[in-house]
């Protein structure tokens, strides 16, 4: 599904993906942790195509297509999905048009039809519904005025109505309380599928309680130094990134 | 001189009209010719040349407008009592005006003026005063007819009073309508004013002049859509006038013609009264839309919010020139200016100069800039959701918007503007 090999990006002058290589299959759920400012978002940013980064090296194809060739939108008709670790307000955008037009700009690049009021009302109520949201939110500006839990889980609401192939959840869990944090899990539970695969960007075990992960992965000064399942998230939370940085720093 | 501003002065009074109303358009005559065609040396002409547009021959213009023609003209929805102006002149044949409560006098002006010119007499030229004015002088002495509006003490209108103004012909026309609004003592209305051309293509010009009188503690909510067609001038003066606690709300929406100057002066004359003016401009290719306020806090215990916001796009032009006036014994004023603006191109241009002149010391008042572009953030945000960059930009310039827009008093309107904002923007050289 996504295949990343050696990718090198720049932000300025300063390199921050130093050859990174990641291979997700459908249907998987990879797991990313590392220390503050190793990349992650940055990852996240390259895969969806936001402005800013240089890449001066590797690849990254998704479904068989040159991912850095297309356009941010391209990626997101293809079936890619970021969850903003920083949600964007968008004062004056209102909710409910903007969700309709992500939609149908999405159905149509699928060859599927847009779809009318009715229907798209009725889908809109179900998935508020999966994640506790209420519809007073429909009539508001995205995201504008929203409290940090509810930015983050109406980005969890944007993927379960665009239904994404592939869903990069940038620490989704940060700022959630932990009834919304539950909410929230359940929600991307519920998106699970054999064909969807998922990388959860988190730096914590907590949120990897409710959603297990296939592979567990440590990014660290912008590549990946040690993989391994689920357990690996288990002995990071207990002995901190130091036991496996200075053997990488070593190699 | 006088023969670039011939058409402009309009011919001479009818016999037979009344010698206050000869005397006060003789001497706007005389004042006219005396200002002559302004250059743009002098202070108040600094962005603009108004030189092209004395330059340009005018018919006087027929108000004959075919039913056909005026139907598309229409805003769907919207639900209102109509009065329609013709090329400056009033067009009962499409009108729609319910039955007229107690207290309530919707009329033609000129029709007044041969009929029962006292009625008309104290508001006429009351509050259009500004002697230097140049255009409003032209519009007394050669403007023919217009919308009366008077409400008694305690009168409201019940349902919203649409003015729609086309400007139509084969040929270029000038139209110089003056409306009166003069509510009473706790008197109600909502007016919506609507500018359009019927003819795309033609340069035809409107020179507008508005008289405002609002008593104690009346209340008027005007909508002020400029739509006219993008070849056409549009002129308007508003002058406005309040007393204590009365309260104003002005929304300008200023779309069309080649170049567009909306003057707006208010003058509170009694305290704890409020003016409200919000306005949207979208300026493109070859278009200037002027914006010029004057608001004179005169006395004391008075609030004013003036808050425009602008689009520019391609070779789009604005001025936007606010003037907040705070008189030495006006104090607890409260005033608010900004001037935001969303520019999509590096080749339009704003001219934005809020000012603030206060002479009391115990005053709350703020003033405000900001010039920018679309932030690269949000559009990623909506790219990132699989909408086409184009269509992200339309919505976020449409969400630019939308504080005004927002305001207007129902759906009907508010589908309407953001429809000509939006397609507006579709037709944008991306650049
Ligand atoms: N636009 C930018 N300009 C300058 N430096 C940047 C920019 N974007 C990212 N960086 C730098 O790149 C490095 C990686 O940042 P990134 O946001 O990818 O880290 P992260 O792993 O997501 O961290 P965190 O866990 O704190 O979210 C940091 O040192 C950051 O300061
Ligand atoms: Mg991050």
């Given at each position: 599904m996504l295949s990343v090999t050696g990718l090198r990006a720049n932000v300025g002058d300063k390199e921050i993906l130093r050859g990174l290589d990641l291979r997700i299959g459908p249907g998987e759920v990879h797991a990313i942790m590392g220390p503050n400012g190793s990349g992650k978002s940055t990852l996240a940013h390259v895969l969806s195509g936001r402005e800013g980064y240089a890449v001066t090296g590797g690849t990254a194809s998704f479904e068989g297509r040159d991912l850095l060739a297309l356009e941010p939108e391209e990626r997101a008709q293809l079936g890619l999905f970021l969850a903003f670790q920083y949600p964007v307000e968008l004062p004056g955008v209102n909710n409910t048009y903007f969700l309709k037009s992500a939609l149908n700009s999405i159905r149509k690049a699928r060859g599927e039809d847009e779809l009318d009021a009715v229907s798209f009302m009725r889908l809109i109520k179900e998935k508020l519904k999966v994640l506790h949201l209420d519809d007073s939110l429909l009539k508001r500006?995205?995201?504008?005025?929203?409290s940090g839990g509810e930015k983050k889980r109406n980005e969890i609401f944007q993927m379960a109505l665009l239904e994404p192939k592939l869903a990069i959840l940038d620490e989704t869990d940060s700022g959630l309380d932990i009834d919304a944090l539950r909410v929230v899990s359940e929600g991307v539970n519920a998106l699970r599928s054999p064909e969807r695969s998922m990388i959860v960007v988190t730096h914590y075990q907590r949120l990897l309680d409710y959603i297990e992960p296939d592979f567990v992965h440590v990014l660290y000064k912008g590549r990946i130094i040690r993989s391994g399942g689920k357990e690996l998230a288990l002995e990071l939370e207990q002995h901190g990134y130091g036991w496996i940085t200075d053997e990488g720093a070593a190699a | 001189m006088s023969g670039e501003l011939a058409t402009w002065l309009g011919a001479a009074t009818p016999n037979g009209s009344p010698a206050w109303l000869e005397a006060w358009r003789t001497s706007a005559r005389e004042r006219a010719t005396a200002l002559g065609v302004p250059g743009s040396k002098q202070e108040a002409w600094r962005y603009t040349n108004p030189r092209r547009l004395f330059e340009q021959a005018f018919d006087e213009g027929a108000a004959v407008l075919a039913a056909e023609a005026l139907a598309p003209l229409l805003v769907e929805g919207l639900e209102a009592d109509r009065v329609v102006l013709v090329n400056g002149r009033y067009a009962p044949e499409h009108g729609r005006l319910g039955a007229l409560p107690e207290g309530v006098r919707i009329d033609s002006l000129a029709r007044l003026l041969a009929e029962d010119p006292e009625a008309v007499r104290p508001h006429l030229g009351a509050l259009a005063d500004?002697?230097?004015?140049l255009f409003p002088a032209l519009n007394a002495a050669g403007g023919a007819d217009g919308l009366v509006v008077l409400l008694a003490p305690g009168a409201r209108l019940e349902r919203p009073l649409e003015l729609l103004h086309v400007t139509t012909g084969e040929r270029p026309t000038l139209a110089q309508p003056r409306h009166l609004i003069v509510l009473g003592e706790g008197a109600e209305a909502r007016l919506v004013e609507r500018y359009v051309g019927a003819e795309p293509s033609i340069a035809h010009a409107t020179n507008a002049v508005l008289e405002i009188d609002l008593a104690a503690e009346a209340r008027l909510d005007h909508e002020r859509i400029q739509h006219d067609s993008a070849e056409s001038f549009h002129l308007s003066t508003l002058y406005l006038h309040q007393q204590a606690r009365s309260r104003y709300q002005g929304l300008n929406i200023g779309l069309g013609g080649r170049w567009a100057r909306t003057d707006i002066n208010t003058r509170f004359a009694g305290p704890g009264a409020e003016c409200v003016l919000h306005g949207l401009y979208l300026s493109g290719d070859g278009q200037l839309i002027d914006y010029h306020l004057d608001v004179d806090h005169a006395v004391p215990d008075c609030t004013s919010v003036e808050l425009f916001k602008g689009i520019l796009y391609g070779q789009g032009r604005a001025v936007f020139d606010g003037r907040v006036f705070v008189a030495q014994d006006a104090q607890r004023t409260d005033a608010a200016m900004s001037n935001r603006n969303l520019m999509l191109s590096e080749r339009a241009e704003i001219d934005t100069k809020p000012q603030l002149e206060i002479n009391a010391d115990d005053v709350k008042c703020s003033h405000g800039t900001t010039v920018g572009q679309i932030d690269p953030q949000m559009l990623f945000y909506l790219r990132a959701r699989g909408i086409p960059e184009a269509s992200a930009r339309r919505m976020l310039c449409l969400g630019f918007a939308e504080e005004i827009?927002?305001?207007?008093?129902?759906e009907a309107l508010r589908a309407e503007i953001a429809a000509l904002v939006g397609d507006r923007l579709e037709a944008a050289p991306l650049d």
């Open positions: 500006a995205v995201n504008a005025g929203f | 500004d002697p230097a004015a827009i927002g305001r207007l008093g129902d």
